[in-house]
């Protein structure tokens, strides 16, 4: 296969890749047109999964962040981001840990298992309608 073909064909799947829709409960900025502006993010509720959570990637956020709708109805946003050595967190069966060296956290952000000392970096989430804001500034 000749190279021009192989990136055509390449830039295909990964155009074809991009119509697949996104896993409920997660939100690509590359595939939704998700950014920060003055220091806000919004999105809307409906991208919220099943379990209460929504691992949301734009333009202009520090990290990742994940949304957390909390039994009494109010939001928070965690950076999904370890304070231990800046490790990436995930959400690994309900269980936030860290890829690097194993910390674990809450779905409050707050340490289960070190060795992070301290917990995830919190933002303030506000709903408006059916909208939600993450505010980073």
């Known amino acids: 296969m000749q190279r021009r073909d192989f990136l055509r064909s390449a830039c295909q799947a990964c155009a074809a890749l ?6 409920a409960g997660s939100l690509e900025s590359c ?7 003055d220091g806000l993010l ?3 509720k409906s991208s919220m999964g099943k379990d209460g959570t929504a691992v949301i990637k ?5 990290y990742p962040v994940m949304v957390v709708q909390r039994p009494d109805g109010t939001y928070t ?12 967190v995930k959400n690994k069966g309900g269980v936030l840990t860290c890829d690097w060296h194993g910390s674990t956290f809450d779905r409050e952000g707050q340490v289960t298992k070190g ?5 995830l970096k919190r933002y303030p989430v506000e709903a408006v309608g059916e909208e939600l ?3 980073f500034a």
Do not use: D, E, Q
């Not at 734009?58 to 520090?62: E, L, S, V």
């Not at 946003?77 to 990436?88: E, F, M, R, S, T």
């Open 58 to 62: 734009a333009k202009g956020a520090p």
């Open 42 to 44: 919004r999105f809307p």
């Open 133 to 135: 804001m993450v505010r």
């Open 115 to 119: 060795p992070s000392k301290a917990g």
């Open 18 to 23: 991009a119509l697949v829709p996104l896993a």
């Open 31 to 37: 595939a939704s047109g998700l950014a920060v502006t």
């Open 77 to 88: 946003a965690l950076a999904l981001n370890c304070p231990h050595k800046n490790g990436p």
